[in-house]
């Protein structure tokens, strides 16, 4: 089971969530929201093989957090996964999106100037912008669009300039994001759960309610759901051999 984007530093109890991650066998891309957490989260995960820690710098704290992008560069030769990163552009914090350009657009060349990264991105009302920026900085690396919610037409771009996507059973459970998973390369697809800011039967997302996602995804694909699994699997296999650099 993949868990491709979840906070496990963000658990009222992170070791416990982390240790249940290993008995589960679930690989776990673990986002962080400040470079300050990076190495606090990474420790969670010392024993954890199939656990991988990401640096990120979100953007809806970029405001707050714009002083740690130094910090992000002295770790980013340490990490071969990066995010949570991106653009948000819901009302709340559209005051600061100067800055959070400044963040992403720094990040982004940050990523490019070291040989490429792995990147889970957040587009939450501001795909065009993303995708603007991705195309600009060629050399970043590999995007995820984690729990994508732009248009069709943005989808069709996204596709086009190679994206890959990340699922939740949160965004499956809405028509809209049925519809979005649908048309993405079923070979560009992993799962994710978001949690714990997800929810799921109205309590916060555990990393093994990715299965959930899986589920989804077998009734959208009408497949098999150990079709499903193996297909993913192998997307992971296959991300995981591209050739980016980093730790």
């Given amino acids: 089971m993949i868990d491709f984007h979840a906070h496990l530093d963000l658990y009222p109890d992170p070791h416990t969530v982390a240790r249940e991650c290993v008995v589960r066998d679930l ?17 969670l995960t010392k024993d954890a093989p199939r656990v991988r820690t990401a640096l990120g710098l979100h953007p809806q704290i ?28 819901g009302p709340e914090y559209r005051r600061h999106w100067l800055d959070q350009e400044h963040v992403f657009s720094r990040v982004l060349s940050l ?3 070291a040989g490429g990264r ?18 600009m900085e060629a050399g970043a690396g590999i995007a995820i669009l984690h729990w994508f919610s732009g248009t069709q037409r943005e989808l069709a771009r996204a596709v086009d300039l190679g994206c890959w996507f990340s699922v939740g059973p949160a965004m499956l459970a809405g028509d ?5 998973a ?17 929810q799921v039967d109205g309590r ?7 299965n959930r996602a899986v589920e989804e995804l077998s009734k959208i694909w009408s497949e098999p759901i150990d079709t499903v699994q193996r297909q993913l699997d192998g997307n992971l296999r296959r991300l995981s051999s591209q050739g980016v650099a980093g730790g």
């Fill in 176 to 180: 809209k994001g049925r519809a979005l």
């Fill in 62 to 89: 970029a405001h707050e957090r714009k002083g740690e992008l130094p910090l992000f560069e002295r770790l980013l030769p340490q990490v071969r996964y990066v995010g949570e990163i991106g653009l948000d552009g």
């Fill in 182 to 198: 649908a048309k993405m390369p079923r070979d560009r697809i992993l799962t994710e759960t978001d949690g714990p800011f997800a």
């Fill in 27 to 43: 690989y776990v891309l673990s986002v962080t929201t400040t470079p300050s957490a990076w190495s606090g989260t990474a420790a």
């Fill in 204 to 210: 916060a997302a555990w990393p093994w309610d990715a």
């Fill in 118 to 135: 792995v990147m889970s991105i957040h587009s939450r009302r501001a795909s065009t912008q993303v995708l603007d920026a991705l195309e």
């Fill in 111 to 113: 990523c490019a100037r």
